[in-house]
């Protein structure tokens, strides 16, 4: 029982530390401002990390290389401690298990990366529909606008409705059934 609440904590911590450093590199990327509310809180809440990295990580072809890395790590590292408070006894050679824990810790990052841009397209629709000069609404449509654009070309409006955010959330769906599927071969790589 107080294996699985301290599971929960800390998958709390650890997915809402890794959403925010995936906010901050999805803002940089998409050259989106950091100053307002959304901005500023991401920064406030990533700071610790990503400015002492940045000092020994440059940034690689524009992206923010300091705010991604400590993602996966961090979920690299909660994987490793959830199998070790489940009883899951590693096996296999050092090389395998390393590679089935970073495999794994980038597939959960990956699948963060997806409830992110799930969340933010929702918010800029919502946003659009209910409260379009919203100050946060920027902020939202912005980095959104990456992710709808191919839909937006394959399907037009319908009576000025916009169904690009339908068919997007359906396709990040099928992709995190996909990336469940991928969880396998690398826990595999654990028990080998």
């Known amino acids: 029982m107080l294996g699985n609440v ?11 530390i890794t959403l925010m450093l995936l906010a901050r590199f999805f803002m940089q990327w998409q050259r989106v401002s950091f100053r307002n509310q959304v901005g500023a809180f991401v920064v406030a809440t990533t700071d610790w990390v990503v400015r002492p990295l940045r000092r020994v990580i440059p940034g690689v072809l524009g992206l923010d290389i300091a705010s991604l ?11 490793f401690i959830e199998l070790q408070l489940r009883g899951v006894s590693l096996g296999g050679s050092p090389g395998a298990l390393i590679l089935g824990l970073w495999g794994l810790g980038l597939l959960e990052v990956a699948r963060m990366a997806i409830y992110l841009v799930f969340g933010v397209v929702l918010m800029s629709a ?31 409006p319908i009576a000025n409705v ?7 959330l359906l396709v990040l769906q099928i992709v995190l059934m996909v ?3 991928l969880r396998g071969t690398f826990a595999s790589l654990l028990v080998g």
Do not use: C, E, K, Y
């Open 179 to 181: 990336l469940g599927s």
């Open 69 to 79: 890395l400590p993602a996966w790590l961090f979920q690299t590292l909660f994987v």
């Open 126 to 156: 919502i946003l659009s529909w209910v409260s379009p000069h919203a100050p946060a609404a920027p902020v939202f449509h912005n980095l959104a606008a990456p992710f709808l654009r191919p839909f937006r070309r394959i399907l037009p």
């Open 6 to 16: 301290l599971l929960m904590v800390l998958d709390t911590a650890v997915g809402f």
């Open 162 to 168: 916009d169904l690009s955010p339908l068919v997007l």
